[in-house]
């Protein structure tokens, strides 16, 4: 495979991008090599500059849930925009994708939509903060909230792909009222409370880790954490940004049977547009503005566009029935394939998987919290990566990633990608 033209055009973004890029891990920085440049996409692919196609494990990091250029969501977001692009006013879809939300996930009265992630994050928290009168927050240790002060310490993703978990720029006055737990372990939140009494606002968590590759919660983690906040009036907080609309319509409330105070969404809820949501119970919504004190704003916030995308996205996860199923029965198909081909190999290996977000881990020890996490044995990796895109295999460029499986998969596609990863895992040690 050849990658001329991406080089070419990475060379001359470094001239005018930071770093060539405008998000950190899409720089393969931790790979090494030139990341490719993608010209268009569709269904379960990917084209980039040089004509490569190539089988799309990213998905733009989860939004393509049903695959790239997804007719109906085009559609809608081409008829919207002939109608204008933004009016900063209310508009009667806002309605309707709020009231579509609020149907299909369980335990929120009422939404607020924002730009991405980072911002329903941010702003649960201070909605958080607010509503109870606490500073202090509780985040996992390799969980990743978006790029929000508080939240890059000890983060996941990029911040840990890169070696710069307390990024320069997050004062340590921000950083005192972060407090960090550890994963799956219930005995290091009760520390935090008890060192802590009537100090903290909220927990905040990946009910499913996506950020330092997949990780479930063990048995009983999430319960615990729901009995702690209720004994200590803490809010709990869903980063539901990588599972809302994705592990089911209700998202992990829904799979777990667990009821957070808070949920935060991004990724599939914009359909592929620049979306995030926070949404809860009427009596802690309508602390924000302008209904309450909280302040929280955006210029483009239900953006016409993005709203267009998401209500379509929304619709068409709502009336199949039956997509949550397929989902699960590709990348349990996939699970299966890849444990066969990794345990032929002989290297060392760990995938864990929850629904359609699976990830492989090159460690044997199970990887069940941010330290398991870092025992992967990185050389392969980089192999392994590298080895899977010259087959035409496209995964994320870090081992701290999870896999997004999109519905646009054939089942000729999996064994594809089982096939190129049986080829490659013989390059590894
Ligand atoms: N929360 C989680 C769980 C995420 O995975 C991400 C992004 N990967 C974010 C928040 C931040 O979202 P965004 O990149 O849209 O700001």
């Not at 790029?147 to 890059?152: M, V």
């Not at 192999?383 to 496209?394: C, N, P, Q, R, S």
Request: charged share 25%.
């Amino acid at each position: 495979m050849l990658y001329q033209r991406s080089s070419a055009l990475f060379k001359e973004a470094e001239q005018v991008i930071p770093g060539g890029v405008n998000s950190p891990v899409r720089a393969f920085k931790a790979v090494g090599g030139t990341p490719l440049f993608i010209k268009e996409a569709k269904g379960a692919y990917l084209f980039d500059e040089d004509d490569n196609k190539l089988i799309d494990y990213i998905n733009s990091w989860g939004p393509m849930i049903l695959g790239h250029a997804y007719e109906p969501v085009v559609e809608a977001v081409i008829e919207r925009a002939k109608k204008g692009t933004s009016f900063g006013t209310p508009t009667a879809l806002e309605n309707k994708i709020a009231e579509l939300a609020v149907s299909m996930v369980p335990n929120i009265d009422k939404i607020r939509f924002v730009n991405s992630g980072t911002e329903a994050c941010m702003s649960a928290i201070r909605l958080a903060r607010g509503y109870t009168k606490r500073d202090k927050i509780i985040k996992f240790a390799g969980c990743y909230h978006g790029h929000s002060d508080s939240f890059l310490i000890q983060a996941g993703s990029g911040a840990v792909t890169f070696g710069t978990p307390n990024s320069p720029g997050v004062t340590e006055g921000t950083a005192k009222d972060t407090l960090l737990a550890t994963y799956n372990d219930l005995k290091s939140v009760e520390d935090l409370f008890a060192a802590n009494p009537d100090g903290i606002a909220a927990i905040i968590i990946e009910p499913v880790a996506g950020n330092m590759g997949c990780i479930p919660p063990q048995e009983g983690f999430l319960e615990g954490l729901r009995k702690l906040c209720d004994v200590n009036n803490t809010l709990l907080i869903f980063d539901e940004v990588m599972t809302g609309f994705r592990l089911a319509k209700g998202g992990a409330q829904e799979v777990f049977g667990i009821k957070a105070d808070i949920v935060t969404f991004g990724k599939v809820i914009g359909g592929g547009l620049p979306v995030g949501a926070f949404a809860g119970r009427s009596e802690i919504m309508d602390y924000l503005a302008p209904a309450g004190p909280v302040y929280q704003a955006g210029t483009l916030s239900g953006n016409p566009l993005a709203m267009a995308a998401g209500y379509e996205m929304l619709k068409a996860l709502n009336a199949d029935e039956e997509v949550y199923d397929r989902l699960e029965k590709k990348t349990a198909y996939l699970e299966k394939g890849l444990r066969e081909v990794l345990e032929a190999s002989g290297v060392n290996y760990t995938v864990n998987r929850k629904g359609s977000m699976i990830s492989i881990h090159f460690s044997k020890t199970e990887v069940k919290d941010f330290s398991t996490a870092g025992e992967g044995d990185n050389d392969n990796f980089k192999k392994f990566f590298h080895g899977m895109l010259a087959e035409g295999v496209y995964i994320a460029p870090s081992a701290y990633e999870t896999w997004f499986i999109t519905d646009a998969l054939t089942y000729e596609d999996l064994d594809f990608t089982i096939k190129a990863a049986e080829k490659t895992l013989q390059q590894l040690k």
